[in-house]
């Protein structure tokens, strides 16, 4: 076998890939693929974007794909900032 790095496979062979992912699905028993996108947004108290994650749902699993908290955020949850 032969591993190969690309970074853009031709469409057939994601074809190939995604075509295989369900039909093991399928064999397995897992639920149909049924990807959705989902985003989540958080804000501060003032309406700022302080955090954002972008994932999708599919095979009922959530698949984060990014993830950011803005600096001034970091280390700390949701509801309490940081320098508290």
């Known amino acids: ?4 790095v ?3 496979p031709d469409a057939s062979e994601i074809e190939t890939i995604v075509e295989g992912l369900v039909s093991h699905a399928f064999s397995a028993g897992i639920e149909s693929r049924n990807a959705q996108p989902l985003f989540v947004l958080g804000r501060a108290d ?7 994650l972008s994932a999708m749902t599919m ?6 794909k990014e993830l950011w908290v803005s600096e ?3 280390g700390g949850w949701f509801g309490y900032p940081v320098d508290r």
């Open 46 to 52: 003032d309406g700022e974007l302080i955090a954002g």
């Open 72 to 74: 001034t955020w970091r």
């Open 6 to 8: 690309v970074a853009s």
């Open 1 to 4: 076998m032969e591993l190969e």
């Open 59 to 64: 095979w009922g699993w959530l698949h984060i």
